[in-house]
């Protein structure tokens, strides 16, 4: 693509066709991504009430005879919504010629219902040999346990995740956003995108496969290698660094503020502004730190709530301590810097009028500071709301897309 036709405001995928077949949170987040960047994505959804996930809440807002999910609104910005019974014929047969025109299919069903619906992969290459087709499961497509739905929580407790989270060891707990569900959808963005370019070589679609399991396991990090390589198991430690001390969260006179003392520099600086012995034998080291955590936690709070949290920030900060507040939702969208980041967007939806959303993670630039990047994005749609749109688009459109 040349760089006119990218600073268009489009987006880079712009030309790009994405049938979204998924529902709930990982098939739509990254089909989403996908939006965000571009794309065109279509959504299809079943007949009845659509992707279930419309039904997820309180809170719902809008019209009375039209209320509108926030669950639904947080990963179904820049598609449109199309209805289609896969089990009735002439329906199937309308998704056949959307795969035909395709780049992208997303779908998240258990492995082996695309076959049962008439669609399995040597059908979707027969259709579309250039089709890159994203598979999101819950625990992969095969091995012993591949057959299994896939559901955040239980994902998460499977994966491990769960039992490093949570105050201690006895009281594990998920985090508080379906954290499977987003990484299992930013992989699969991320291997789409491999996969299309992957296609310029060869010309030939493939199959990019991945999985809650996967995502939560690939995200172990320094717990993955502790017991890989050293054979110990992680535990639950709160909101303090296993490894590292001061490292987390302390309790101040109105609230919380954290601290990360990765140095023993920053150790003694943090020791001087809250009039703590950094010689004591107890915190001398990091490994003494951690051996008294509870001690030097103590005595660390007994200082803080003498404060407020914006004071104490601006004493770290002034000092080179890297610290920090713990925010509520509602101060994290108040907040300059995440809008100065184009972290929310406003778009018109067409039962709730003018409404921020959470928006985009990623920002395209050139190297003047140009953005080259999607500029305007569209409301989550109402269900069914293109369905003439798109049948009047497969009969008077072209064949076929980028070929």
Excluded at 59 to 79: I, W
Excluded at 227 to 255: E, K, L
Excluded at 336 to 360: D, F, K, M, Y
Aim: aromatic share 4%.
């Amino acid at each position: 693509m040349n760089t006119a036709t990218r600073r268009d405001g489009a987006g880079p995928l712009s030309g790009y066709l994405v049938v979204d077949l998924s529902r709930a949170l990982a098939g739509p987040h990254a089909a989403m991504m996908l939006g965000d960047l571009g794309a065109r994505v279509i959504k299809v959804e079943p007949p009845g009430g659509g992707d279930d996930i419309r039904a997820w809440g309180p809170p719902f807002v809008g019209p009375e005879d039209r209320p509108q999910s926030t669950y639904f609104l947080a990963a179904n910005r820049n598609k449109e919504s199309i209805q289609l019974d896969l089990k009735d014929d002439a329906d199937l047969r309308t998704l056949k010629r959307l795969i035909g025109r395709a780049d992208v299919l997303v779908e998240n069903y258990r492995p082996g219902v695309l076959d049962r619906l008439g669609l399995s992969g040597s059908v979707l290459e027969t259709l579309n040999p250039r089709l890159v087709v994203l598979s999101i499961t819950g625990f992969g497509h095969d091995g012993p346990e591949g057959s299994r739905a896939g559901y955040d929580q239980i994902a998460q407790g499977e994966a491990g995740l769960m039992s490093v989270t949570g105050p201690d060891a006895d009281s594990p707990t998920r985090v508080g956003v379906p954290v499977g569900d987003i990484l299992a959808g930013l992989n699969g963005a991320i291997g789409v995108l491999a996969a299309l370019l992957e296609r310029q070589l060869t010309d030939q679609g493939s199959v990019v496969r991945t999985s809650l399991l996967a995502g939560l396991v690939g995200a172990h990090a320094f717990h993955g290698t502790a017991w890989t390589v050293a054979r110990q198991i992680g535990r639950a430690g709160g909101n303090h660094h296993p490894q590292i001390s001061p490292y987390g969260a302390f309790r101040c006179r109105d609230g919380h503020v954290q601290v990360a003392i990765g140095s023993q520099t920053l150790w003694h600086t943090l020791a001087s502004i809250l009039r703590l012995d950094a010689a004591d034998e107890r915190f001398a080291t990091n490994a003494a730190r951690l051996r008294h955590r509870d001690e030097l936690t103590k005595l660390i709070e007994q200082r803080l709530l003498t404060g407020s949290r914006d004071h104490w920030l601006e004493l770290f900060t002034a000092a080179g301590i890297p610290a920090g507040a713990l925010k509520t939702i509602d101060e994290v969208y108040a907040w300059a810097q995440t809008r100065s980041q184009n972290l929310v967007v406003s778009v018109r939806h067409a039962a709730l009028g003018t409404i921020e959303l959470p928006g985009p993670s990623l920002r395209l630039e050139d190297f003047g500071g140009h953005d080259i990047g999607r500029h305007t994005h569209e409301a989550p749609p109402l269900l069914g709301a293109h369905r003439d749109s798109i049948l009047e688009w497969l009969e008077s459109g072209p064949a076929s897309t980028r070929r």
